[in-house]
C-alpha cells in the first residue's frame, strides 16, 4: 500500500478526474476527502468509496474560491483525521470564447476557480503539514500548462500560473519536507471535455467530430484520449514519491500530444 494511513484532500472529486485519483489513493490505503461545491455529489462519491474501503472517505463541502470555506473544509478533515499529508487541487471549469468576445466576469470567474482556488487550498494545507514535516501538494495542470490553443485565454493562463505557483511553494517547503507538482493532462474525456466539444465546433465553424480527431487528439500518437487512470496514476506517483528529488516538476500525460 504506497498511501497507507495517509490522510489526502482532492478538490473537485465528486467526478470525473478528482473521483478517479481519490479511488486511486482510497486503493492504496488512504483517507480521502471528498471536497467539492456539490455537497450530495461528494456524499455520494465518498459513500461509493466507503462501500469498498469502509471508513476510507469523508464528503467536505467547498467553494475553492471562498477562504471560509476551504479553511473549515481544511479544519474539518484535520479535527476528523488528525492531519493533512496530500492535496490535489483538481477543481476546475472551462469556458471557450476568443479573447474579444470573453467577458471579463468569466475571466475572473476562471482564475479565480483556478489560480485562487490553488492558493487557498495550499495555504490552508500547508501549516498542517510543515507541523508534521513532510507533505505533497499536487495541482492539476493541463498541457495548456505548457501549450496554447485558441479560445482558451482564462484557462491557458491560469495553467501556466499554476507551474509558478507550484515551483514557489516547492522552494518554501523543501527545507520543510513539502513537495509540490504539477499534473499536465492532454484531454481526458470528462464532462468537461464533452462539453467543450460543440461549442469548440460552433467557435471554430468545423464538426463535433473533426473537433474531436483533429483539434482534441490530432496531435497524439495514437489518436486516443488520456484517460482517468492515466492521471490518477501519476496522481499516485506524485503523492507516495518518497524524496524531494522531483519537488517543483511537472509530468505531461497526453499520449504524445506535447512532447518535453
Known amino acids: 500500500m504506497k498511501l ?5 484532500i482532492v478538490t473537485g472529486s465528486a467526478s470525473g478526474i478528482g ?20 455537497l450530495a455529489a461528494a456524499t455520494a462519491a465518498a459513500d461509493a468509496i466507503n462501500a469498498v474501503h469502509p471508513g476510507a472517505a469523508m464528503a467536505v463541502a467547498m467553494d475553492v474560491t471562498d477562504e471560509g470555506q476551504v479553511n473549515a473544509g481544511v479544519q474539518a478533515v ?23 468576445a470573453f ?34 501538494i499536487i495541482f492539476m495542470g493541463s498541457v495548456h500548462s ?3 490553443s485558441p479560445l482558451k485565454s482564462a484557462y491557458v493562463t491560469a495553467k501556466h500560473g499554476l507551474l509558478g505557483l507550484s515551483k514557489v511553494i516547492a522552494k518554501e517547503g523543501g527545507k520543510k519536507g513539502v513537495r509540490s507538482n504539477v499534473i499536465c493532462p492532454g484531454f481526458v474525456r470528462t464532462p468537461l471535455v464533452d462539453k467543450q466539444i460543440p461549442e469548440q465546433a460552433r467557435e471554430l465553424g468545423i464538426s463535433e467530430d473533426e473537433v474531436v480527431k483533429k ?12 484517460s482517468i487512470d492515466d492521471v490518477a496514476e501519476v496522481a499516485l506517483f506524485f503523492a507516495a514519491f518518497p524524496t524531494n528529488a522531483l519537488t517543483g516538476q511537472s509530468l505531461v500525460a497526453s499520449h504524445g500530444w506535447y512532447m518535453e
Open 4 to 8: 497507507q494511513d495517509k490522510i489526502c
Open 19 to 38: 473521483n478517479g485519483i481519490a479511488r486511486r489513493y482510497a486503493d492504496e490505503g488512504a483517507k480521502v476527502a471528498i471536497a467539492d461545491l456539490n
Open 78 to 100: 484535520v479535527d476528523a483525521w488528525g492531519g493533512v499529508d496530500v492535496l490535489v487541487s483538481n477543481a476546475g471549469i472551462q469556458i471557450v470564447n476568443p479573447v474579444e
Open 103 to 136: 467577458s471579463l466576469a468569466d475571466w475572473k470567474k476562471m482564475l479565480a476557480i483556478h489560480l485562487d482556488g490553488a492558493f487557498l487550498t495550499s495555504k490552508a494545507v500547508l501549516p498542517h503539514m510543515y507541523a508534521k514535516s513532510s507533505g505533497s
Open 146 to 148: 505548457k501549450e496554447a
Open 215 to 226: 483539434v482534441m487528439l490530432g496531435q497524439t500518437v495514437d489518436g486516443e484520449f488520456t
